[in-house]
């Protein structure tokens, strides 16, 4: 176990040489604690410095930052050369993301985060499938909300709930809510009461003892970006105190312990997802194969709806791996889909992913598909877009069944002895129409 340079969250602050020392050894002058607080002066001459405590949060803070990117450094994965340069790119990433979900969020007025919340685009650590139209938003559980959406052209719509964001203290999964066991307008409206006392109809329960739950949506579009999207908006219906909004703008104390949040959320990022991804994986099965992974069993953000085949693929430029399925799951959703090997999603206008309603189907009622660097012409194939390790999952949501797809290493160069003659193929001009289809796909679903 690593050294950690973070200060106990219950520990009274009694020291600076710590972070003193620290601080001196990376060369950074950043602003130290000690008995006599440092600061500018106003006009009355008095010293002007933030409070002890807001100025260790962000101390340890930025030790974490550095801590981190260490424990990324000696990781396997950081022995491939082709996977420094992402590292660097992670590491701002998760800021990013931490920022988003911890010190962004106004109390007073939520709102459901798509573009800046996860998405396989800008923020894709923990493998976001682009099949999904994902929200987040992080509520008071003493309060009272109201939901409002419209289903569009998806499928299947999913509401999970957290007391916390990942890696609090006592963080724990309060709920799972699927929109087919609710009541929804044969417009495709809805309304879903959120948090205060438990009713019957539409109504999701909140933490009331956290002032931090976070509710992620999942939304299923079938063709990628092309489908109505629908609408979701939220609305705080209860009262809160006169003051309520200058605690969260105003309040030293607040803000140490967002950025508190915000530290214990990157490191679940990291140590949970990037590394610990691609360590579970590996631990229950080889290179090149899949295990299968139950619910939240891989992460507490995993879907409880879903089961999910997980695993790393290791394949040369030469190198392709032919996928089975001998019949079709019988989820009402299920996919492929290609990470790098810190378990960020690659690529979506590349073809990294393929869903049930997007593979070709073998006449003998199985799936092929193939994983490779190169276009093998199969319709079927995920392109790894030259990593030469990545991981790899398979998603089956609401499936009584839960098969997990095999896998056959071979030359590229075999591929055509190896599939079967009637799988389906495309000219290279069919794929460049996919590709484009693909990339108008990202355009509409993020208006951007």
Same mark, same amino acid.
């Given at each position: 176990m690593k050294h950690t340079f973070r200060v106990p969250h219950a520990q009274k602050i009694k020291t600076a040489i710590f972070p003193l020392i620290f601080f001196i050894a990376l060369g950074v002058g950043m602003p130290v604690i000690s008995s006599e607080v440092e600061g500018d002066q106003d006009a009355t001459g008095a010293v002007v410095a933030a409070s002890p405590v807001l100025q260790q949060a962000w101390q340890n803070y930025y030790a974490t930052v550095e801590e981190l990117r260490k424990?990324?450094?000696?990781? #396997?994965?950081?022995?491939?050369?082709?996977?420094? @340069?992402?590292?660097?790119?992670?590491?701002?990433?998760?800021?990013?993301?931490?920022?988003?979900?911890?010190?962004?969020?106004?109390?007073?007025?939520?709102?459901? +985060?798509? /573009?800046?919340?996860?998405?396989?685009?800008?923020? #894709?650590?923990? +493998?976001?499938?682009?099949?999904?139209?994902?929200? @987040?938003?992080?509520? =008071?559980?003493?309060? /009272?909300?109201?939901?409002?959406?419209?289903?569009?052209? !998806?499928?299947?719509?999913?509401?999970? @709930?957290?007391?916390?964001?990942?890696?609090?203290?006592? %963080?724990?999964?309060?709920?799972?809510?699927?929109?087919?066991?609710?009541?929804? *307008?044969?417009?495709?409206?809805?309304?879903?009461?959120?948090?205060?006392?438990?009713?019957?109809?539409?109504? !999701?329960? +909140?933490? $009331?003892?956290?002032? =931090?739950?976070?509710?992620?949506?999942?939304?299923?579009?079938?063709?990628?970006?092309?489908?109505?999207?629908?609408?979701?908006?939220?609305?705080?219906?209860?009262?809160?105190?006169? =003051?309520?909004?200058? *605690?969260?703008?105003?309040?030293?104390?607040?803000? *140490?312990? $967002?950025? $508190? $949040? #915000? %530290?214990?959320?990157?490191?679940?990022?990291?140590? /949970?997802? /990037? +590394?610990?991804?691609?360590?579970?994986?590996?631990?229950? *099965?080889?290179?090149n194969a899949m295990s299968l992974f139950q619910g939240t069993e891989s992460s507490s953000m995993s879907n409880p709806n879903s089961s999910y085949g997980m695993g790393v693929f290791s394949l040369e430029d030469d190198e392709a791996l032919v996928v089975r399925l001998k019949s079709p799951p019988d989820g009402v959703y299920w996919s492929f889909q290609l990470g790098d090997a810190y378990s960020r999603a690659l690529p979506i206008d590349r073809q990294t992913s393929l869903n049930n309603f997007q593979l070709k189907r073998d006449p003998d009622g199985g799936y092929h598909a193939v994983i490779s660097k190169r276009d093998p012409g199969v319709a079927n194939w995920l392109d790894t877009i030259g990593w030469k390790e990545g991981t790899m999952v398979f998603r089956n949501y609401r499936a009584k069944e839960k098969p997990v797809p095999e896998f056959t290493k071979v030359k590229f160069d075999e591929l055509p002895s190896v599939l079967p003659k009637t799988t389906a193929r495309v000219t290279p001009t069919q794929r460049k129409a996919a590709l484009e289809h693909r990339r108008l796909g990202l355009i509409r679903l993020y208006d951007e």
């Open positions: 424990e990324m450094e000696d990781s #396997a994965i950081f022995r491939q050369p082709q996977n420094r @340069v992402k590292m660097y790119h992670i590491l701002m990433e998760m800021q990013a993301v931490v920022y988003n979900f911890t010190i962004a969020p106004r109390m007073s007025h939520p709102r459901i +985060l798509s /573009t800046t919340g996860w998405q396989t685009d800008f923020y #894709a650590l923990g +493998l976001p499938t682009p099949d999904f139209y994902y929200g @987040v938003t992080v509520l =008071d559980g003493r309060q /009272t909300y109201k939901l409002r959406g419209r289903m569009g052209d !998806i499928k299947l719509f999913l509401v999970q @709930v957290q007391s916390h964001l990942q890696g609090s203290p006592g %963080e724990k999964n309060i709920g799972n809510y699927d929109l087919d066991d609710m009541k929804v *307008a044969k417009d495709g409206t809805f309304e879903i009461i959120v948090g205060g006392d438990k009713r019957s109809g539409n109504w !999701i329960e +909140l933490d $009331r003892n956290s002032r =931090d739950n976070l509710l992620l949506f999942r939304g299923m579009l079938a063709d990628y970006g092309h489908g109505d999207k629908g609408s979701l908006q939220i609305e705080r219906i209860s009262q809160v105190p006169d =003051d309520y909004y200058d *605690a969260e703008e105003f309040d030293e104390q607040e803000m *140490a312990e $967002r950025i $508190r $949040r #915000a %530290e214990d959320f990157m490191c679940y990022l990291i140590r /949970t997802y /990037t +590394l610990g991804l691609y360590n579970n994986y590996l631990e229950r *099965a080889p290179y």
